[in-house]
């Protein structure tokens, strides 16, 4: 293990460029700084620190934007005219020169954490034409004798002019190149980025290395985690059953509320905030509850049950016969069996009885399916989505393009709704049957849908 | 309104001892929430959870304590634990009950002859198949995964209140029902609950295993009987053994037994009028009672009760199901490790308020030049190009000393360049070198290029600059395309 020590990296750029929002994203915190359209939103060097395992850390440090980097480089000239000065000393002139303190105090604080840096992030809007004052900040950052990695963020864009920015940065000597958009993530990007960094910070190489990995264990986790609510959720959705008499009972305002929960915890799974997703109302149908007895899966059920019973009382039935020293002949075993299984049937006939005349709603195949693919595209956008994005995610009113799997998923659901007691939302509690197995498989559809999405 | 209880009272709702198993209060508490959607918000009661443990598991239980107490749940629990003490109750009188009917197996008819291995079958056997199955299922359990309900009993018991308590009042009140959906998920979920369901099928076991004996105590006490034993294919060897082998643990105990002497002689077809051996053979049945009977249900229940208490203080709960899921930030807020290495002097400062548009025109033979992207000039003006390089900037300067007679100079400045400071200084410097009027025309190329509110930040901006570098307010001017 090689001993434990700070990575000092300074995000540098002319303002407005996305050096917080690259921050953002990288730490998947969208509380980070300020960030605006607006110049000079970020008037401060404000750092965090990242933990790379085994004692190391990369401190990151945010810095104001490079402005009038024409003015400046005139400056830099004219605190040390000398031809023959290094451009380290040269901007240590600048940096203890009245200017620095003045004119270009803003300019000032990112070449100062820049100089404290082992390596430098230079982030480019690659919607900006290439002007001749980002050639000045390239002119600048390459005197500085740091490793520099330029960031070509918004690369997502249409407007963005990757390959224009990639030849005029080759043009000036700058090879360390790569793209990384901040409002659209992708995680390859973010490979590569990390990649590099361990390429111009030998020592971090191997942390990187091990950085990349944990990433993609989140990643994982997440994704996991993301099927396994999107499936309680649909359980509680395609389970819940309402008497449409009953005063208060409402399942379309249920339903709702449980989608917009289901919607708050996929937004906090993947670190945003409620006002990043503009949820649009589900469009809802329900349909009366009507109970098929011939349907398969139910006879399936009724067998399982009946057959359960029927064993238990037989086992009741055998201590008895042994506890007449078997002179019983088995008696108390036949008749356990038959009594568990008549006392079955017979206390769903009493409930069936009971619940007469009562008619339920419950929400059709196709909602709670549409349930189903809103959730998961809500996944897919919130995996892509970059932490400095400010425009929040619409909700989908109209979803045609089935999920990967989505036959099985429905099968799911059909089981579900045959056991109201499996939703938190409704009035039943009916623990019977096995509502953790049916969210298990169902959390195992779902991330294959996932996996689909995502990778697809 | 609610009213809010002080600090210290939530303090002792957090750090109380809980009145139900404290897994089973923060299930409870998990499905109540479930219930209405999302996690409820009490700031003090977050924080004493915090300060209760530093695991988030701790912290959830803490949480739930409070809120359990704070919202009556707790007397919905304490009623379930009610039923389970009237059951633990019903389960030892009935044992007691069916272990001294068992007893009466002892004949009564004078003179009373008994087999001793029936006797030893009807009053034991029952008993331990019924342990074996425990410990069969118990092992099934825990190499699934947990899920069994322990016992038979247990699991009769449990479908047994399930069905009882589907009743009305669980249906109205959300307190009872989640009371008795966490009753379940407790007792059928956890390794505590399991050990908690059997330790009442052990109790149950344990009462007739005692009512045994207290019954065959007390009939041994008041009647005679011979005991004898008979096997067509065993020898008086093997059941010799055998006797010898059970009886070892009772001899253990100090009490008498009977030797392979008193086998032989014990056999059927003989006939041994001998009241030690009869007392022998007496002490023998109530000592195996005691040993093969009760011994093993005692330590079960030792077992069962460690268990308990273990899995009670090892619960961890399912951090992935929603309703645990939701507490993780509001329980395990993440610090914030942002420090501010470089403060800003100037911080606080205002940005300047600028004019409102103008509706004015730039003269139409006006010279044009744009600022870092190419922009249309109107057909009639001079257009000067494109400002892209310090190249350029020294061109246009160096035209504009030379004075030309231009009627205005307009800066074309597209919507999507940042009025940045380097920007800045050069209309600075064009202000101040041209000696014809200067206009600042903002270009507003594509109105979907940015968000409203950042479009009219943008505008906002530009037009400070304008003003700024000592251009009117009234030669700022908007153009769409």
């Known amino acids: 293990m090689s001993t434990p020590r700070l990575f000092r990296v300074a995000v540098i750029g002319h303002t407005n460029a996305g050096k917080t929002s690259l921050l953002r994203t990288l730490l998947r915190d969208r509380a980070f700084g300020e960030v605006s359209s607006r110049p000079a939103t970020t008037r401060h060097v404000e750092a965090t620190t990242l933990d790379l395992g085994d004692g190391h850390l990369l401190e990151l440090a945010d810095t104001p934007g490079l402005e009038d980097s024409m003015g400046l480089l005139d400056a830099l000239h ?13 901007l240590q002139a ?16 990112a070449l100062r954490q820049l100089l404290a840096s082992d390596l430098a992030l230079y ?17 600048i950052l390459a005197s500085s004798g740091k490793p520099c990695l330029v960031v070509l963020n918004f690369t997502a864009s249409p407007r963005a002019e990757t390959a224009r920015w990639r030849e005029a940065l080759h043009g000036a000597g700058i090879h360390n190149v790569t793209a990384f958009d901040t409002v659209v993530f992708d995680a390859a990007d973010e490979r590569r980025l990390w990649q590099q960094v361990g390429l111009l910070l030998p020592a971090a190489e191997a942390t990187c290395a091990r950085l990349l990995v944990r990433r993609e264990q989140t990643r994982e986790r997440e994704r996991q985690q993301a099927a396994r609510l999107i499936a309680e959720a649909l359980v509680d959705c395609a389970a819940l059953r309402v008497a449409i008499d009953a005063p208060g009972a409402d399942l379309a305002t249920r339903v709702r509320k449980r989608e917009a929960a289901l919607s708050r915890d996929l937004l906090a799974l993947y670190r945003f905030a409620p006002q990043d997703y503009a949820g649009g109302e589900l469009p809802l149908a329900s349909a009366t509850w009507t109970l098929d007895p011939f349907d398969a899966e139910l006879l399936k059920e009724l067998g399982f049950s009946l057959g359960t019973s029927a064993a238990k009382g037989a086992a009741a039935g055998a201590l008895v016969d042994a506890l007449t020293a078997f002179h019983s002949l088995g008696a108390a075993t036949a008749i356990g069996g038959a009594l568990g299984a008549g006392v079955d049937a017979v206390s769903r006939l009493v409930r069936r009885l009971r619940e007469g005349g009562v008619d339920y709603a419950q929400i059709d195949a196709a909602t709670a399916r549409f349930i189903a693919r809103r959730a998961v595209l809500l996944v897919r956008e919130l995996s892509r989505r970059g932490h400095a994005a400010q425009t929040p995610l619409a909700a989908r009113a109209e979803l045609a393009a089935p999920l990967a799997g989505e036959a099985a998923i429905a099968k799911q659901l059909a089981r579900a709704a045959r056991h109201p007691g499996w939703s938190e939302l409704g009035e039943d509690t009916d623990a019977e049957g096995d509502r953790d197995d049916c969210v298990q498989t169902l959390s195992t559809l779902l991330d294959a849908a996932l996996v689909h999405e995502l990778e697809g | 309104m609610r009213h809010r209880p002080p600090r210290s009272s939530i303090r002792k709702r957090v750090t109380a001892r809980p009145t139900v198993p404290s897994p089973w209060q923060t299930l409870a508490w998990r499905h109540y929430e ?8 009490d700031p003090a009661i977050e924080a004493a959870a915090i300060a209760a443990g530093p695991d988030l598991a701790t912290r959830i239980a803490a949480r739930a304590r409070a809120f359990c107490a704070r919202e009556s749940l707790d007397e919905a629990l304490a009623a379930y634990a009610r039923h389970g003490r009237q059951a633990l109750v019903i389960a030892v009188v009935a044992g007691t009950a069916i272990g001294l009917g068992t007893a009466r197996l002892i004949p009564e008819a004078a003179p009373a002859r008994a087999n001793v291995m029936d006797m030893l079958a009807a009053l034991l056997a029952p008993n331990l198949l019924a342990l074996l199955l425990w410990a069969v299922l118990q092992l099934a359990a825990s190499l699934r995964g947990g899920g069994a309900a322990g016992s038979l009993l247990g699991q009769t018991l449990q479908q047994g209140l399930e069905r009882l308590t589907r009743g009305l009042r669980a249906r109205r009140d959300p307190r009872a029902r989640a009371a008795q959906r966490a009753w379940f998920d407790y007792h059928a979920g956890t390794m505590a609950g399991r050990a908690r369901l059997a330790l009442l099928s052990h109790a149950f076991w344990l009462a007739l295993a005692l009512g045994a004996m207290l019954g065959c105590w007390w009939l041994l006490s008041l009647r005679q009987v011979d005991f004898y034993w008979g096997s067509t294919l065993l020898g008086p060897e093997a059941i010799g053994r055998l006797i010898e082998v059970l009886a070892r643990p009772i001899a253990a105990l100090g009490l008498p037994v009977p030797s392979a ?32 009977g009760v011994l093993p249900r005692v330590l079960a229940l030792a077992l069962c009760g460690a268990l308990v208490r273990l899995g009670d203080r090892r619960y961890r709960p399912d951090l992935s199901q929603p309703g645990f899921f939701r507490l993780q930030p509001l329980l395990m807020p993440e610090p914030m ?4 290495l470089d403060p800003d002097e100037g911080a606080g400062r205002a940005r300047p308020s600028v004019a409102v548009a103008s509706l004015g025109q730039p003269p139409p033979a006006a010279a044009w030049v744009a600022l870092e992207r190419a922009l249309p000039a109107p057909r009639e003006a001079l257009d000067l190009g494109t400002i892209v390089e310090r190249g350029d900037q020294q061109r246009l300067l160096a035209t504009l000393a030379q004075r030309p007679a231009w009627p205005a100079l307009v800066i074309h400045a597209p919507l999507a360049a940042t009025p940045d400071r380097g920007v ?7 202000v101040a070198a041209a000696r014809c009027p200067l206009w600042l025309s903002i270009a507003i190329e594509d109105e979907d290029a940015l968000p409203a509110a950042e479009r009219a930040a943008r505008i906002e901006d530009w037009r400070a600059l304008g003003e700024k570098a000592g251009i009117a307010p009234a030669r700022i001017v908007e153009a769409r395309a």
């Not at chain 2, 490790?337 to 501010?340: D, E, S």
């Open chain 1, 78 to 90: 004219a605190a040390d005219p000398s031809p023959r000065a290094s451009g380290a000393a040269r």
């Open chain 1, 94 to 109: 600048f940096l203890d020169g009245p200017l620095a303190q003045s004119s270009f105090a803003q300019e000032a604080k």
């Open chain 1, 123 to 139: 982030v480019v809007d690659a919607r900006e034409p290439v002007l001749g004052k980002y050639r000045d900040e390239f002119a």
């Open chain 2, 34 to 41: 479930e219930a209405q959607g999302e996690a409820l918000r």
């Open chain 2, 261 to 292: 002497t008193d086998v032989a002689a014990s056999r059927l077809d003989a006939v041994a009028n001998d009241p030690a051996l009869r007392a022998r053979w007496g002490w023998f049945l109530l000592g195996a009672l005691a040993v093969f």
């Open chain 2, 337 to 340: 490790h942002t420090r501010v």
């Open chain 2, 424 to 430: 800045a200084q050069f209309v600075a410097s064009l």
